[in-house]
């Protein structure tokens, strides 16, 4: 398969492919003239990335469940190990962005949003004594 249509069937663009080529999640096998040839197990490989960046994973992260992946005496428990991790972040994101929610939400109440110069939006964003969200 060439890119266009591994990309394609992988749900992956193109150029994403030639970035995870370029620092080696994918190998795929070059032509005589030069161009990319993937095979099932690329097109698996990329598949599985896709899926696991659409869950958030890092980079890093996808590097380690491929590693782990293709290990058969991996244990169960590293890989939830590195699924936990994630799942803690994520939640450490939402509690960021809940707190940010709550502080702009209040800040917008604050604003008349009228004709008046005065805006308690922007006097906070001014404050370096404001709390970060």
């Known amino acids: 398969m060439n890119i266009g249509d591994v990309a394609q069937r992988a749900g992956v663009p193109a150029k994403t492919i030639r970035y995870y080529e370029e620092i080696g999640l994918v190998t795929p096998q070059r032509a005589a003239n030069g161009y990319r040839h993937f095979r099932a197990v690329d097109l698996h490989k990329l598949a599985f990335i896709g899926r696991a960046r659409a869950l958030g994973f890092t ?61 308690p939006i922007l006097a906070d964003l001014a404050d370096p004594h404001a709390t970060q969200a």
């Open 59 to 119: 980079i890093e992260d996808c590097r380690t469940l491929l590693a782990l992946y293709s290990d058969d005496s991996r244990q169960s428990a590293q890989v939830k190990a590195v699924a936990e991790e994630h799942l803690r972040q994520i939640d450490e994101k939402i509690a960021k962005l809940i707190t940010m929610k709550e502080t702009l939400s209040a800040l917008v109440q604050q604003c008349a949003g009228d004709h008046r110069p005065d805006c």
